[in-house]
């Protein structure tokens, strides 16, 4: 229906996720409604003022004639807001949050956070995510992958550099090495808070090939507007190639991450 109107309604375009049709339907819905009901408040407002002005032969009656009527508007709008929130929020957020699609049909991605940058991890050819371990966290190793751990050795580490093929799910398991992070790319209308202690779940399709900003949508410190990445839609193939890639590049003798990765610069958030 938006595409039609030929104008977004000032949303971040393009709209690239399979999601982000229904999450722009609701914003729009929600904003129209709330204009039309401060536009008839105003209105009626005006015509009250000019109705009931003070003059000569009027008198001001200080009593309410019906108690019940004056809650009509408000039982109007009360009553727009429960068919909004069963009929279009429950459906759609439900089918956002709860519709995870299965990890074996999607692209499997860990995402750990950390002030002020987004770390990525992807399973090598074994498809196997390698151990991590806070205790292993270096400069160079900002995941603390563990080398000794077999399934590690192929791993693909990138710094704010997320690449995910068009078309097809990707679930990204987000962990945060300190403080609470939040990903969110405005394209695909998502955003999900990263906690500390805990592997939180997102996933979208992309549906639009291109480059889009991942940002950080929960104040995490001083450094907190820098901590932005980058996600690429490819195709299918150019994703794998990518891959193969990110694996050439990162030499054998490495813990498992590409090489020629920046180390994060520190800086510091206590001050
Ligand atoms: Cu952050």
């Not at 030929?6 to 929600?30: E, K, R, T, V």
């Not at 957020?93 to 950390?114: D, H, M, R, Y």
């Not at 992807?122 to 196997?128: K, M, R, V």
Request: aromatic share 10%; glycine share 8%; with cysteine.
């Amino acid at each position: 229906m938006r595409e039609e109107w030929g104008f977004h309604w000032g949303l971040p375009q393009p709209a690239a996720s399979s999601y982000a049709g229904d999450i722009d339907f609701l914003l729009i819905l929600l904003h129209v409604v709330m204009v039309a009901l401060y536009v008839i408040g105003v209105a009626l407002f005006v015509v009250f003022l000019v109705k009931y002005r003070a003059r000569d032969g009027h008198r001001a009656s200080y009593t309410n004639p019906g108690e019940s009527a004056s809650f009509l508007p408000a039982g109007l709008v009360l009553a727009f807001e429960i068919w909004l929130i069963l009929a279009f929020e429950v459906p759609i957020w439900g089918a956002v949050k709860k519709s995870t699609p299965p990890p074996a049909e999607s692209l499997n991605v860990k995402l750990i956070a950390q002030q002020f940058a987004w770390n990525f991890q992807y399973p090598g050819p074994d498809g196997q995510f390698g151990r991590r371990s806070a205790a292993l966290v270096t400069a160079e190793n900002a995941i603390g992958l563990d080398p000794d751990d077999p399934a590690s050795k192929d791993d693909i580490v990138t710094i704010n550099q997320l690449h995910v093929p068009l078309g097809k799910p990707t679930i990204l398991g987000m962990t945060s090495k300190d403080v609470i992070h939040d990903f969110q790319v405005v394209n695909f209308r998502n955003k999900q808070d990263i906690v500390p202690g805990m592997e939180t779940v997102l996933w979208f399709e992309p549906t639009v090939a291109g480059k889009f900003e991942i940002g950080c949508a929960q104040l995490c410190g001083l450094g907190h507007t820098k901590m932005v990445g980058q996600v690429t839609i490819e195709t299918e193939s150019e994703f794998e190639e990518w891959k193969k890639q990110q694996v050439a590049d990162a030499s054998p003798s490495d813990t498992g991450t590409a090489d020629a990765r920046p180390v994060i610069p520190a800086v510091d958030s206590h001050s």
